[in-house]
């Protein structure tokens, strides 16, 4: 069983530019969910994406948009990129089957410096 | 608003000093309750998910228990090897949206 991968596993930008943050979930899965985490603190929910479609958001501004593919697979794509910014991306797979949740589990992240 | 907070934010035992991690939420009708192991640098690693009050899980040397207003992680003589973050999260029935906690960052000294 191939657990969660992500791509790149750090990146360095500078503000104004855009980014694409790459997720392989795992087999078996149809969910992707994707997370902010700043340094010391919690991950915060950024958007959830089933059978290729967006089915919840955090607070989080339209800058930060997503794809999910016909094999589950995502992209998490921030564009205008802020100093803010600069955190660990996460990105959790999971099965959701008639409203039945089953855990989240999540890759390795993908470390993001925006300078 | 769903809300998660756990307490303390650092913890520091010696090697085989048991101890207990709490994480108190606030949600609109628990979808689920979940324990992650976080090394630094990493992604969270699953340990326990919990549905509903009086239910009990556990994995070597941890137990994770839940009332209708929070949760424990007990640890029990623990190893420097299980030092790391301990991260709690909730998903109400509300909708999708999985509200974590800052953590418990958890030392071990041999």
């Known amino acids: 069983e191939t657990g969660v991968t992500q791509s790149p596993t750090h990146l360095i930008k500078t503000r104004g530019q855009q980014v694409t943050l790459r997720c392989s979930s795992q087999?078996?899965?149809?969910?992707v969910s994707w997370y902010q985490q700043a340094l010391g603190q919690g991950p915060q929910f950024i958007f959830q994406?089933?059978?290729?479609?967006?089915?919840g958001r955090g607070n989080f501004p339209p800058r930060f948009s997503g794809l999910q593919f016909p094999n589950y697979s995502s992209e998490l794509n921030v564009n205008a990129l802020e100093l803010d910014d600069s955190a660990l991306y996460l990105c959790?797979?999971?099965?959701?089957?008639?409203?039945?949740?089953?855990?989240?589990?999540f890759g390795p992240g993908t470390r993001l410096l925006v300078l | 608003e769903d809300q998660v907070t756990q307490s303390p934010e650092a913890l520091r035992l010696q090697e085989g000093e048991s101890s207990s991690l709490n994480c108190s939420y606030t949600?609109?009708?628990?979808?689920?309750l979940f324990w992650y192991r976080q090394d630094p640098g990493k992604g969270p690693e699953f340990l326990f998910t919990?549905?509903?009050a009086g239910e009990e899980k556990e994995k070597e040397r941890l137990k994770a228990t839940l009332t209708k207003k929070e949760s424990f992680l007990h640890i029990t003589a623990p190893k420097p090897e299980d030092s790391a973050t301990y991260l709690c999260?909730?998903?109400?029935?509300?909708?999708?949206?999985?509200?974590f906690g800052a953590g418990t960052r958890l030392f071990v000294k041999a």
């Open positions: 949600v609109s009708g628990l979808r689920g």
């Open positions: 959790a797979s999971s099965l959701e089957t008639s409203g039945s949740y089953e855990t989240q589990y």
């Open positions: 087999s078996g899965h149809n969910t």
């Open positions: 994406y089933y059978r290729e479609e967006e089915n």
């Open positions: 919990l549905y509903s």
């Open positions: 999260a909730v998903q109400g029935t509300g909708g999708f949206k999985t509200i």
